[in-house]
């Protein structure tokens, strides 16, 4: 089923980055995931724009949405790059903090009560994880060196049958940077998942059950 009007509404109104068609194949792959009854989990929080998606799946399932992120931004939101929003800045600290947005989104969805956010390094994070899940969203830090991070620290705990979503998959370098894409192709050449489906820069890949 499609997110509920309200939830649209509240994604449309988040800050972030996600279009809306790569929401609703985020939202679809959450709600599949979740019949598995374990916990959905995102790495990249920023302003709470997906972690609505994935929450609003989680409650009509009855399991839990855990977001983590550290909200200082990544790269390419700091002072002088592309994505750099002035307006997320903590002017106390001089530095990227958008967990008040974050909480604000929450709010106003009225999802508070569905999600776990962790604040803090994703390796750091899944090194202290042990629980089984249901779904990883890997849409953190887009060098090779966290997007590594993120698929060595998260998908180990990825029950089978369980989903991989990744964001910001380029095939083509002019379109976006790499280290996505070399995720991606790691996950599908491991032989442990298959693709489930494309949308725009979203992947979605299930990990091959365990057989009888
Ligand atoms: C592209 S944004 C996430 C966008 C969000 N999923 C959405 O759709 O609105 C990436 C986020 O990852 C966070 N991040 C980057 N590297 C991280 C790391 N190593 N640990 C935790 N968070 C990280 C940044 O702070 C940033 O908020």
Redesign the pocket.
């Known amino acids: 089923m499609p997110p509920k009007p309200e939830i649209l509404a509240a994604f449309e109104a988040?800050?972030?980055?996600?279009p809306l068609d790569e929401g609703l194949a985020l939202h679809a792959a959450a709600e599949e995931a979740a019949r598995l009854a374990l916990p959905l989990l995102?790495?990249?929080?920023?302003?709470?724009?997906?972690?609505i998606l994935l929450a609003a799946a989680a409650r009509e399932a009855g399991v839990t949405a855990v977001t983590?992120?550290?909200?200082?931004?990544?790269e390419e939101?700091q002072p002088g790059w592309e994505?750099h929003d002035a307006s997320l800045v903590d002017e106390a600290v001089g530095r990227?903090d958008?967990l008040p947005a974050f909480r604000r989104t929450l709010h106003q969805a009225g999802l508070e009560e569905h999600v776990v956010a962790i604040v803090?390094?994703?390796?750091l994070?899944a090194s202290l994880w042990a629980a089984p899940l249901g779904l990883v969203?890997i849409?953190?830090?887009?060098t090779d060196e966290?997007a590594t991070?993120?698929y060595e620290g998260w998908v180990p705990h990825l029950a089978p049958g369980g989903l991989l979503v990744i964001?910001?998959v380029f095939p083509d370098p002019a379109d976006g940077g790499q280290a996505p894409y070399r995720v991606y192709r790691r996950a599908l050449e491991s032989g442990e998942f298959t693709e489930v489906s494309v949308t725009r820069s979203l992947r979605v890949l299930r990990r091959v059950p365990v057989a009888a």
């Open positions: 988040a800050k972030g980055f996600m995102e790495v990249g929080t920023y302003c709470g724009r997906s972690t983590v992120d550290h909200h200082r931004g990544s939101q994505y990227m958008t803090g390094r994703s390796p994070a969203f849409d953190g830090g887009h966290h991070a993120d964001h910001d």
